[in-house]
């Protein structure tokens, strides 16, 4: 099994920061690419920012300056740094990750996701 558990979600004020992490645990043989997705009331889930394994990195245009991701590989982790906050920005926020997990036998990932941490920034 594999799991990614998020956590540093809040409730902050317009301007303030929230650190996000993701680990991810069990049998991981390789983690290709891990990021973050939020999903704001009444709309579509979205890309917040991903990196991937050879270090590149994007970030959603509405979070561009403000956020930055970060990974840990020695500890299968990932980070949200999220500064400069909006009211926009609330959403339930998903860890995402690529992984291929021990027992697959092809160089083919498979999609992982966390349970979501809620960030509400009030205005």
């Known amino acids: 099994q594999v799991q990614l558990v998020e956590s540093g979600g809040g409730l902050v004020q317009a301007g303030d920061s929230l650190r996000l992490s993701c680990v991810a645990s069990g049998n991981i043989f390789k983690i290709k690419k891990m990021g973050w997705y939020r999903q704001a009331p009444g709309e579509q889930r979205e890309l917040v920012a991903r990196?991937?394994?050879?270090?590149?990195?994007t970030y959603a245009d509405s979070v561009t300056g403000r956020f930055t991701i970060s990974r840990n590989n020695a500890e299968n982790t990932v980070y949200l740094q999220m500064n400069s906050l909006k009211s926009e920005d609330t959403a339930v926020y998903y860890c995402?990750?690529?992984?291929?997990?021990?027992?697959?036998?092809?160089?083919?990932?498979?999609?992982?996701w966390g349970k979501g941490t809620l960030v509400t920034v009030s205005s």
């Open positions: 990196a991937m394994g050879d270090g590149s990195i």
């Open positions: 995402h990750a690529e992984i291929i997990p021990s027992w697959s036998i092809g160089p083919d990932g498979q999609n992982y």
